[in-house]
């Protein structure tokens, strides 16, 4: 009997340490195009002091939102319109700029567009590949993410009304729904944060470039920044956190996603 007890003793005793390294979990929510990096920060980030990252995606303002409100560590974003309206209270630290590109089918040929003809197509005025050298296939845009056509609509032009769109049957993850359009029609034209795109796709360049350090941003211009939002007065193990993702080994994991590092 004794031993009895002293077993169960000693699986309560487990049952409350597990609990309590639940708890002291940092938690982050960000919109889907945060959560790659995000992932690659938080799982490096255990194993360098063995405390527990969990990320979960939602929209745009949600995270940031809740980080406000103290219902998880960190909010993060790269949508800038949400940072146009940063709760009281709360700090934000740009720890990355996130560059997003066009992506294309791979049998599509065209490997370049102008930004002319970038323009064109998302006024509306270009509906046809066969327009800026491509097959004769109509243009049809994948525009799933908010952080990404915010920055192409303000960097280049307001879309066209008449656009052709090409939406998934079902609602999921865009950043994935991006990949998989592109992948599957060869007239998309799709918009992702470089670093998340599928190897089933094809990276345009525009004017010859794609986003690096040498082009940012006077060159190729299509970038964000990466937000970490937290309150005021954040807990030692935030704070950390957040260190990290500026420290040489998280600017690593960050050019490693191949967003530009704001730190050398």
């Not at 800026?132 to 609509?153: M, S, W």
Request: hydrophobic share 35%; aromatic share 6%; charged share 20%.
């Amino acid at each position: 009997m004794k031993k009895f007890v002293c077993v169960a003793t000693l699986f309560s005793s487990i049952m409350c340490v597990q609990g309590a390294m639940a708890a002291e979990a940092i938690t982050i929510m960000g919109d889907p195009c945060t959560v790659p990096l995000a992932k690659k920060l938080g799982a490096a980030f255990t194993r360098k002091t063995g405390k527990n990252v969990e990320i979960d995606g939602s929209s745009c303002g949600s995270g940031i939102y809740k980080a406000s409100q103290g219902d998880v560590d960190i909010g993060v974003s790269t949508h800038e319109v949400v940072l146009s309206y940063l709760p009281a209270g709360t700090v934000n630290t740009v720890i990355a700029k996130a560059p997003t590109v066009v992506l294309a089918n791979k049998n599509n040929p065209v490997n370049d567009l102008k930004m002319k003809q970038l323009k064109g197509i998302l006024s509306g005025n270009i509906k046809n590949w066969k327009e800026v050298g491509g097959n004769d296939v109509e243009i049809k845009n994948v525009l799933l993410q908010p952080c990404t056509t915010t920055i192409f609509a303000k960097r280049s032009a307001p879309f066209g009304k008449d656009i052709k769109r090409l939406t998934p049957e079902k609602p999921g993850n865009p950043v994935e729904g991006t990949n998989k359009l592109v992948e599957e029609n060869e007239g998309a034209m799709g918009l992702q944060i470089y670093g998340y795109e599928s190897p089933d796709v094809k990276v345009l360049t525009v004017d010859g470039l794609l986003p690096d350090a040498k082009t940012f941003p006077s060159k190729y211009d299509f970038y964000q920044d990466y937000n970490v939002v937290t309150r005021e007065g954040a807990n030692s193990d935030t704070k950390a956190f957040v260190d990290f993702a500026l420290s040489s080994e998280g600017q690593e994991i960050v050019a490693s996603l191949k967003h530009i590092g704001v730190k050398k």
